[in-house]
């Protein structure tokens, strides 16, 4: 895993959500915990070691334009830099075509495994998925079950806050929105 020089908690519109980064690059993002403190507590955990401070500049910019993607506003944020050391090859394939689906849009774990050449290998998708670092920067909400089904969901509030983010997305599946009447 790649060194973090540093890392914070921020609000957000579902809750605090936890950001650390390197001297590149972003190291980890984390979903929100069921409180500030459960963030910090994990982001703690992921970062030992690591101060909890102020981010630099670039930093807060990153923070702003998560702040807004999850209150609606439309940011693929594919220019945000991640350090992926020591994420294995086959999860940064996925994690590369996941930051392609634009806010709004998603896919299913089987269509990742067709596009990545491994048609087979939607459970690896989902395992890959279910370790990714850097969500929501990586859009693992954004990626479904076969049929449009939520799938599984590793953050706090599981497939509910999966689907509470596609929500705010107004994400649509094959057509109208996911939530549409």
């Given amino acids: 895993m790649a060194t ?16 650390a980064w390197g001297a590149q690059a972003l190291v980890g993002v984390q ?15 992921r970062f030992a070691d690591t101060p909890e401070t102020t981010p630099p500049e670039a930093v807060q910019a990153v923070i702003a334009r998560v702040r807004k993607l999850l209150q609606g506003e439309p940011d693929s944020l594919l220019d945000v830099a991640l350090d992926m050391e020591g994420v294995p090859p086959f999860h ?27 048609p087979g290998a939607a459970r690896a998708v989902g395992q890959a998925l279910g370790h990714n670092p850097f969500a ?16 599984g969901f590793s953050a706090t509030g599981g497939v509910d806050t999966k689907l509470k983010m596609l929500e705010i997305e107004r994400a649509q599946v094959n057509g109208p929105g996911l939530f549409d009447a």
Avoid: K
Avoid at 4 to 17: E, R
Avoid at 31 to 45: F, V, Y
Avoid at 136 to 148: D, E, F, K, S
């Fill in 92 to 118: 940064q394939r996925v994690y590369a075509l996941a930051r392609a689906i634009p806010p709004g849009r998603t896919m299913t774990y089987g269509e990742m495994a067709q596009q990545l050449g491994e």
């Fill in 136 to 151: 929501p920067v990586v859009p693992c909400h954004r990626i479904l079950a076969a049929g449009g089904r939520g799938g």
């Fill in 31 to 45: 979903l929100p915990g069921t409180d500030a403190q459960a963030t910090r507590r994990r982001m703690q955990s």
């Fill in 4 to 19: 973090a020089l540093g890392f914070c908690v921020f609000d957000t519109a579902i809750g605090p959500c936890g950001m």
